[in-house]
T-cell receptor
Framework: ETGVTQTPRHLVMGMTNKKSLKCEQH?????MYWYKQSAKKPLELMFV???????ENNSVPSRFSPECPNSSHLFLHLHTLQPEDSALYLC???????????FGQGTRLTVV | EDQVTQSPEALRLQEGESSSLNCSYT??????LFWYRQDPGKGPEFLFT???AGEEKEKERLKATLTKKESFLHITAPKPEDSATYLC??????????FGTGTRLQVTL
């Protein structure tokens, strides 16, 4: 596999469920990102990890919890979400923090 | 605060009708300006990086140019498969990626 891979591609979860999104990059990059994309809005940065350390956390609710166990993997743990959290969640990686990012195909999340 | 403004918000072209998309930006210490293409429901696909005013990059029917205040994405003789949303992104000394809201391009036969 090459590039940035996200699983699952689609996820429907109830407000009381706990689920996790997974991202894996095969590019040898040192930075990884989680973005949220809602309809007709620009991408919203959620978290940035550089060399496995969280360097940015943009006032994201605690019901979203990131984890970066190594430079190739990134997780987003979800619990007690709200319907307004329904969106496309995108993972990206870049050689260094702030350089051109390469995106996965996203996870379409629907909270019911 | 870094800002990116893209225009027009939406553009409809006939096949073969060339045009340009605009990206105006303000950033502290430009380190790079990136163009992406995004198809509905998918992640953005990287197209180009421009680093300094006067630089140009080309890929098939697309050509990106950069000045100190704006970037243009020129589309020559577009085809229906060029239909997508085109995103402009800047990064500066703060190492933060700032995204524009995109231009939705539709190319019809």
């Amino acid at each position: 596999e090459t590039g940035v891979t996200q699983t699952p591609r689609h996820l429907v979860m109830g407000m009381t469920n706990k689920k996790s999104l997974k991202c894996e990059q095969h590019l040898g990059h040192n930075a990884m990102y989680w973005y949220k994309q809602s309809a007709k809005k620009p991408l919203e940065l959620m978290f940035v990890y550089s060399l496995e350390e969280r360097v940015e956390n943009n006032s994201v609710p605690s019901r979203f919890s990131p984890e970066c166990p190594n430079s190739s993997h990134l997780f987003l743990h979800l619990h007690t979400l709200q319907p307004e959290d329904s969106a496309l969640y995108l993972c990206a990686s870049s050689q260094q923090h702030g350089t051109e990012a390469f995106f996965g195909q996203g996870t379409r999340l629907t909270v019911v | 605060e870094d800002q990116v403004t893209q225009s027009p918000e939406a553009l409809r072209l006939q096949e073969g009708e060339s045009s340009s998309l605009n990206c105006s930006y303000t950033v502290s210490g430009l380190r790079g300006l990136f163009w992406y293409r995004q198809d509905p429901g998918k992640g953005p696909e990287f197209l180009f990086t421009l680093y300094s005013a006067g630089e140009e990059k080309e890929k098939e029917r697309l050509k990106a140019t950069l000045t100190k205040k704006e970037s243009f994405l020129h589309i020559t003789a577009p085809k229906p498969e060029d239909s997508a949303t085109y995103l402009c992104v800047v990064t500066g000394t703060a190492s933060k990626l700032t995204f524009g809201t995109g231009t939705r391009l539709q190319v019809t036969l």
